[in-house]
């Protein structure tokens, strides 16, 4: 409704909203009757009671607004005589609004990113401490004894307090959406012809997204196929991403897995909007792979193995050796931070070096995906003879051993198949119970060894490097 007056519209949040009004004195008439049409066209759409304030400063009319009803006309000039008797907790309404709550989609303003910086509750609750009971008593505290005292955060709210702008409007941009829909005369068939037909919709969008400094986070792809029905894929983008090849090429990479059972005759795409990505390399790192890169590999992977069976490994709640969970893969946004080398130093100090002390040397216990049977000579309940079948694995007489450490779990999934803590286990489709033992060969070799104690089979897990 407030684009109905101004174009300069920005939605701080769900019930704080500032629009720009200079200029409409030829359309709608002075600020009193902009104010009062603003109203009066609220209670027409049934948006309940509305208060406006009008002044020459936002926070001005944003204070106004929020503590007095109905329409607040202040004269340039007097924003602080005018603000000077509202209590202090009035400017609590600046205080930082949670993402979730957000109108706003765009980045962060210059603005919004200062009042975060002073959106401190804890500094309001001191200056009540204090005594500051009104906003005129905050303006009126010097400037040079309370940056003294709590820092910037303090001039930031006395600036608030005096009714004066942080910083400009920036006007809310307007939710976008970014879809486009192909019709076709024929039906077609097959990924080549429907490779063409995303091409002319992809570009159009694409371009549409760098003008407005925008990358598609999620993709749906909806075909309409001549029964009637709907084929429907949606692609999660690792990262922000605009390049028009790139997203046609993992739309058919998923489609060779995923084909349409029946011709096509209308294609629609629709792109899930974020902020454009902005990357600043290191000259001191090595540089992360592109986004655009690391989606098509996995497309292709996924196209390959499996959608289920390409990702990124994440730990699950549970003791069964080896369990993990597959997880899609996302670019990470953090990096290690770097330690500058220090101005004066005699000598240059390596990078590496700088990053901290080295870390003592500790063992690695590589496991293998899937056990390796193995012959075991047992004598007095220990191993002494560990033999494998395995190329490049080497047996022998055991030197040492430690163990065995008995681990059993998902007994309700224990079924009667041979070796069933081998590989069966593994897979989550039994439980395991087996003893486990490290054993040392004469040759060098370190094994993590177990025997399942269903079967009495013997496996070699892990190799220590």
Request: aromatic share 4%; hydrophobic share 40%.
């Amino acid at each position: 409704m407030a684009r109905l007056f101004s174009p300069r519209v920005d939605a701080r949040s769900e019930t704080v909203i500032t629009l720009e009004v200079n200029g409409l004195t030829r359309l709608f008439g002075d600020d009193k009757a902009v104010a009062d049409q603003l109203c009066r066209a609220a209670a027409d759409a049934g948006l309940g009671p509305v208060h406006v304030g009008v002044a020459a400063t936002r926070t001005t009319a944003i204070l106004c607004a929020a503590a007095r009803a109905g329409v607040t006309v202040v004269p340039a000039g007097e924003e602080a005589a005018v603000l000077a008797p509202l209590p202090l907790r009035m400017l609590e309404v600046f205080l930082p609004i949670p993402a979730s709550r957000s109108p706003r989609r765009s980045p962060a303003t210059l603005e919004e990113r200062s009042l975060a910086k002073a959106g401190n509750p804890s500094i309001l609750s001191v200056l009540s401490r204090w005594g500051v009971r009104t906003l005129g008593q905050l303006a009126a505290l010097p400037a040079i004894e309370l940056s003294g005292r709590i820092g910037q955060e303090g001039l930031r709210w006395r600036a608030l307090a005096r009714g004066e702008d942080i910083g400009p409007l920036v006007p809310t941009r307007e939710d976008e959406s970014f879809d486009a829909t192909t019709e076709l005369e024929w039906p077609i068939e097959g990924l080549e012809p429907l490779s063409f037909v995303l091409g002319g919709v992809l570009d159009p969008l694409c371009q549409r997204l760098e003008r407005r400094d925008r990358g598609a986070a999620v993709l749906h792809l909806h075909l309409r196929l001549v029964t009637k029905d709907t084929h429907t894929r949606t692609l999660q983008l690792p990262g922000a991403m605009r390049d028009a090849k790139v997203l046609r090429t993992l739309l058919l990479l998923d489609l060779e897995s995923h084909q349409p059972p029946a011709g096509v005759d209308r294609v629609t795409v629709v792109i899930d909007p974020t902020p454009g990505r902005i990357v600043q390399e290191s000259l001191l790192t090595r540089a992360l792979p592109a986004p655009e890169q690391v989606s098509t590999l996995l497309a292709r992977l996924g196209a390959l193995m499996g959608d289920t069976r390409c990702g990124s490994p994440a730990l699950v709640d549970s003791h069964r050796p080896g369990a993990f969970a597959m997880v899609p893969f996302r670019v990470p946004e953090t990096r290690t931070p770097l330690v500058a080398p220090q101005v004066g130093a005699r000598h240059a100090v390596p990078l590496r070096r700088s990053l901290g002390s080295p870390r003592p040397p500790t063992a690695c216990l590589r496991r293998f995906r899937f056990p390796i049977p193995a012959r075991v000579l047992i004598d007095h309940n220990r191993p002494i003879v560990v033999n494998t079948d395995r190329p490049g694995l080497s047996g022998g007489r055991v030197h040492a051993c430690a163990g065995p450490w008995r681990t059993s779990g998902e007994w309700w999934k224990t079924t009667k198949t041979q070796g069933a803590s081998g590989v069966e286990a593994l897979r989550g489709l039994a439980g395991w119970n087996r003893d486990e033992w490290d054993v040392a060969l004469g040759d060098g070799g370190l094994y993590r060894i177990f025997e399942d104690r269903d079967s009495g089979r013997w496996f070699v897990e892990a190799v220590v490097d």
